[in-house]
DNA sequence: ACATAAAATGTAATCGTTTACTTTACATAT
DNA sequence: ATATGTAAAGTAAACGATTACATTTTATGT
């Protein structure tokens, strides 16, 4: 910088102002300072501006896994308003590893990043909610029930009471909900708005009809296939994301059962496969990139020193009706 | 860091080297000062550090698109090996835009990353080669063809080959391919496999049977589509990716075609969607997670200084036949 | 032309580590 | 007890930008 300077025969002072205060500058001066800034190819330490201005311009986001389509579009979300503010997206990958998450709030602290968007949270609620206060922190997807951290999330007992209530409709009474993990707040709410759609429809909630796992085809297929040996066998299953039920629907077919004809199917998510699955997959979509975008809106005021006026920001579902539940059936 | 000297009875230097060179410290010192830290939450401020050594101890992945499953897996093996040796993973998504890519150099000549892996290299290959001559840069799935720049990627050719020699065993003569953007080396090594193989086994190329497009599921049902209204018709049509081979799927059974009776299908990937499709989806499966540990590596003993040894790593792909080309049809 | 205010630029301290160099403490040999 | 060598700790400069404050230049009004 100190080359520039002497380049253009001013201080470093007004190079930098150049840099980051134009307005403040003679317009000849800035010229001057440009052309020697080209002539010496000169690019700013970036880690000396860091250092000096105590801000990284980076935030992070914590996802359990990279190769789940519904993180990464939650992610094109976040990067699209990142990128617009001049933030940069790093990652921390938890590995659905529970103590990992907390290793990478060590970053806000070394001052590594200016704020966290996190994707998960399980157990130590509180010690979450304690961090927030302290540092920006916005909660994507996952929620902290009761704790007044910031949230974007979708309406999942909505989604969910309204495609349970979509197969009762369709005259099914034994359905099924492969849920996700307890742990996580998703799967919760996911379960609760089938619970409350079978209660409000006079069906009593049965345990043989509930399973639960982990957000995967490999879950998706084997609960399918726990729930086909057992009696009585359900003719509709409310998978809890789409990648379970697209393992369900693989798992009907090997064992020889027609969907949506022996067996109705519907998902969460709405991922780019569902439409094109066979049959094409009904589902409840998330506004993923659209969930992204608001919570790195937060967290960028959160990181502009203000408050925000709700802790929960919800985005509306969508319900897509396919083939798979049955609805198109010509009986 | 004071307050821990001075708590300590330390200067700031001997602080410094118990958290960097331990070994430089008497034991006892080294109590002295850990509980220090351990009294004060004292926090290393990474941006001092980082200004300091003039490292980052992070990289950036340059990836076309986020939303992507074939470079979410890779990014998941760089992010392995990174986080193992404590580096950070940033983002740079260039949404496929061409100029995007070199302004992610510029974080490289600021210092903001020690060090960057392009998964998607397009057009300027020189002006490429010429930044990979002074900075730490690896290439992965792509290549830049003739030029000394690291590269990791897989037997895309041999691959691709291996698909269409299976296809005309099967007795296939009409075999389309759907080649990814010739813009991208990956798409062209996979169409120059397709042509070799047809070339060997004495079958003419038919530049009616020969299309190019984006790697998504719509260009695939689409190119599907226009394959089909023309004639001759394909047998069989070998995709330059899964999601491609996936929309074709979707478009023949629109059509009212059986796959792989009435056409055979086969992609390239074997994305986690690929077995769980209906047919199950032959495929040339990429070693993603291997590839992207190897990049990572390979990023790493560069940005240690040394050179490499080979320019190109290339990690064999794996053919795995499933039920979509139609080798397991009982005729 | 001159006083005064405003705009533009310069000066130099500062951020928190790391590290080359220096000094001190300690062990060993004579 | 003293010299010598090594290990441990201290001193202080340096990294490259930003910015409060001081100073100079320019503009404005009379």
Redesign the interface.
């Known amino acids: 910088m100190s080359d520039v300077a002497k380049l253009a025969n001013v201080s470093t002072a007004t190079v930098s102002r150049v840099l980051r205060k134009p307005e403040t500058v003679k317009k000849a001066t800035q010229e001057k300072v440009f052309y020697a800034i080209q002539q010496l190819d000169y690019?700013?330490?970036?880690?000396?501006r860091?250092?000096r201005t105590?801000k990284?311009k980076?935030i992070m986001v914590v996802v359990p896994s990279?190769?789940?389509?519904v993180f990464?579009?939650m992610?094109?979300g976040i990067?699209e308003v990142a990128?617009a503010a001049g933030y940069?997206?790093?990652?921390g990958?938890t590995k659905q590893n529970t103590g990992k998450a907390r290793e990478y709030v060590?970053?806000l602290?070394?001052?590594?990043v200016d704020g966290i968007i996190l994707m998960t949270v399980r157990l130590e609620q509180e010690a979450w909610a304690e961090i927030a206060n302290r540092y920006p922190i916005v909660l994507a997807s996952d929620a902290l029930v009761g704790l007044k951290v910031p949230t974007v999330s979708t309406t999942n007992i909505e989604g969910a009471y309204e495609a349970v209530c979509h197969l009762i409709q369709l005259g099914h009474k034994k359905i099924a909900h492969v849920a996700g993990l307890p742990e996580i707040a998703v799967s919760r709410e996911r379960a609760k708005g089938y619970r409350l759609a079978l209660e409000e429809n006079g069906i009593t909630f049965d345990p043989a009809l509930y399973l639960e796992g982990e957000y995967s085809?490999e879950v998706g297929r084997k609960s399918m296939k726990k729930l086909m040996s057992q009696s009585p066998k359900p003719t509709a299953v409310f998978f809890g994301n789409d990648e379970m039920a697209?393992?369900g629907i693989?798992a009907a077919?090997e064992l020889g059962m027609r969907v949506p004809e022996d067996v109705a199917v519907i998902g969460f998510d709405d991922i780019?496969?569902a439409e094109?699955?066979?049959p094409p997959l009904t589902t409840v979509a998330q506004p993923l990139h659209e969930m992204g975008k608001k919570a790195m809106e937060i967290l960028l005021t959160l990181m502009n020193g203000q408050k925000t006026d709700q802790d929960v920001y919800t985005i509306k579902s969508e319900f897509k009706i396919r083939d798979s539940c049955g609805a198109y059936l010509k009986n």
Chains 1, 2 share one sequence.
Not at 43 to 48: I, S
Not at 88 to 91: A, G, L, P, S
Request: charged share 20%.
């Open positions: 690019q700013p330490n970036m880690l000396a860091h250092f105590n990284t980076s990279l190769t789940n389509l990464a579009a992610i094109d990067d990128t940069q997206v790093i990652f990958n060590a970053h602290k070394q001052k590594q085809i697209i393992g693989k077919k780019k496969f094109v699955m066979d």
